[in-house]
């Protein structure tokens, strides 16, 4: 499992850009600030206060009053800052974050995200999730590809959104794909498995690119 976790988190990691401003979901997302590439000089940003946060601390050497949105120990990098949260979050509806990525529990052709509740179910809750999927400049999904054996990736979202048509890009351990209007197109792909399984454990039909390549590690 946590192979697969960094699998993912390594591929979104090389989407990221120098001089990014970038703020990283709950869970899985996190551990994307620990692939950084080197000379990439990314700035991330947490919506509990931080800006110029650093990978996940080391065990045995956390500071109990550094953590991140989802109340895990991680570093700050020289120069960060700490805020209040109206002031976080009025960099993130300012439109100063270039990039989100964060879980989904399903995400649909046209770029609908549902991350924040099941009905009957006891789940953390939205968050930050709502004005970060809407003021950031790109949104990545970065999730396992299905839950269980159930689908997450689907023509349509069956439970309640999070917000609309705000996901440009699925990243999961089967391949990259990039959500376009003509629906979800597949880039990228794990040749651990075939395309006819990747559409398999897709609830959506992939457009494959006529560009396709192996999925970058």
């Known amino acids: 499992m946590a192979d ?4 993912i988190a390594a591929r979104v990691a ?8 970038v ?12 692939f950084i590439p080197e ?30 949105a989802g109340a895990q120990y991680v570093t700050v990098n020289q120069g960060a ?11 993130i509806r300012g439109g ?3 990039v989100t990525v964060l879980g989904a529990l399903e995400v649909d052709q046209c770029g609908n995200l549902s991350n924040w509740i ?25 999730m396992q590809h299905t839950q269980k054996g159930a689908h997450k990736i689907l023509g349509e979202c069956m439970l309640p959104y999070t917000a609309v048509g705000v996901v440009d890009m699925i990243i999961t ?25 990747i559409q398999e454990a897709t609830g959506a039909q992939l457009i494959i690119s006529p560009d396709l390549r192996e999925m970058e590690r």
Not at 14 to 21: A, C, R
Not at 23 to 33: E, F, Q, R, S, W
């Open 4 to 7: 697969i976790k960094e699998l």
């Open 14 to 21: 090389k989407e990221l850009k120098d001089g990014d401003v």
């Open 23 to 34: 703020n990283l979901g709950i869970g899985l997302p996190t551990m994307v600030a620990n």
């Open 39 to 68: 000379g990439v000089d990314v700035v991330f940003q947490s919506e509990n206060g931080i800006m110029g946060m650093g990978p996940a601390a080391e065990k045995g050497r956390e500071d109990v009053d550094i953590i991140n």
């Open 81 to 91: 800052m700490f805020f209040d949260s109206a002031t976080s979050f009025g960099i």
């Open 96 to 98: 100063h974050v270039d």
């Open 118 to 142: 099941v009905p009957g179910k006891m789940v953390p809750g939205m968050g930050g999730a709502m004005d970060l999927v809407v003021g950031a400049k790109k949104v990545i999904v970065a």
């Open 173 to 197: 351990e089967m391949g990259v794909m990039e959500v376009t209007k003509e629906g979800i197109l597949l880039k990228e792909y794990n040749p651990d498995y075939t395309l006819e399984q």
